[in-house]
């Protein structure tokens, strides 16, 4: 039986074993996938220990992902990018690192929600971990531009400037948002406390969607403001969930589980 695991602190809701169980089961796969809340100051050891115990492979969540990228023999283009890295892998005494975030988020988009990006104009709000894991993939997917928006606008700044070479991106404050955005996502952590980013209503004027990039939160108050303000379809983070989860089965398996089920499966409505 080959291991595999989620690193995380804490780890109580994580819904990463139950994913690629359902995707091992779909191929018959002779694997296992655990929950392994690791002490913050000992990820690097249960790792290693966890390697020493014949592991393959490791998704890492917060807050060690910087770690993760840390600890690698090598660093793949989106993980190199971000500076973080949420999926290892352990090949012949090496660890190689990757970060399927903002693929898993493109394919969501594409596939699950049916919204092209290309050509779209898209609006971050956040400019922490989340939207610097999207960028590279949205501007593969051939966006016409890309807005950051932060409270902290320096900070906006810097992670535009990090892949300014590739497409247009700019920063702004929340305050200077107006309208004309294909695709609005929340990647702030404002959800997860109930609170929302300060958006003006007119930033989902004639938006195709609205992504709550956290899953599990129901109709947070960006959801909800975003319903009220125009957009004409709203999702959370469950569909990027479970495609950087397929993403990493297929890198570390060779195969290409089915999604659909198993978002529908973790799916709760938004109502
Ligand atoms: P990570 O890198 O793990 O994503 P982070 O760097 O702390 O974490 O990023 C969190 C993001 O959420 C930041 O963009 C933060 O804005 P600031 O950089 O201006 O602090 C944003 N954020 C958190 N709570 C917010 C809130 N209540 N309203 C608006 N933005 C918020």
């Not at 125009?230 to 469950?238: C, K, R």
């Not at 990493?248 to 089915?258: L, M, S, V």
Request: charged share 20%; net charge negative; glycine share 12%.
């Amino acid at each position: 039986t080959d291991r595999y695991a989620v690193f995380g602190s804490p780890l109580g809701h994580t819904k990463s074993p139950f994913i690629h169980s359902a995707f091992a089961a779909q191929f018959g796969e002779d694997m296992s996938y655990e929950a392994v809340e690791a002490p913050v100051d000992g990820f690097e050891a249960a790792v290693r220990a966890f390697i020493a115990a014949g592991g393959k492979g490791i998704n890492v969540t917060v807050p060690f992902k910087v770690r993760a990228e840390a600890m690698a023999d090598e660093a793949l283009e989106a993980a190199n990018i971000c500076g973080a890295s949420n999926c290892l892998k352990f090949e012949d005494g090496r660890i190689i690192a990757d970060n399927f975030d903002g693929v898993g988020l493109v394919r969501d988009i594409e596939d699950n929600l049916g919204v092209e990006l290309k050509g779209k104009r898209v609006l971050f709000a956040g400019a922490g971990g989340a939207t610097r894991g999207a960028l590279g993939p949205f501007l593969e997917a051939g966006v016409a531009g890309i807005c950051i928006a932060n409270r902290t606008v320096e900070k906006a700044e810097e992670v535009a400037h990090l892949l300014g070479p590739r497409g247009s991106i700019h920063a702004c404050g929340y305050d200077a948002i107006g309208q004309g955005f294909d695709v609005v996502l929340n990647a702030t952590s404002a959800s997860l406390t109930g609170a929302l980013p300060p958006l003006p209503a007119v930033a989902f004027e004639g938006a195709e969607l609205a992504y709550e990039m956290v899953y599990g939160k129901g109709k947070t108050p960006f959801l909800a403001l975003a319903e009220n303000s125009g957009a004409e379809q709203i999702a959370d983070g469950v569909g990027m969930l479970v495609e950087q989860a397929a993403e990493a089965f297929q890198w570390w398996r060779g195969k290409r589980p089915n999604t659909r089920p198993v978002i529908e499966d973790l799916t709760i409505p938004l109502e």
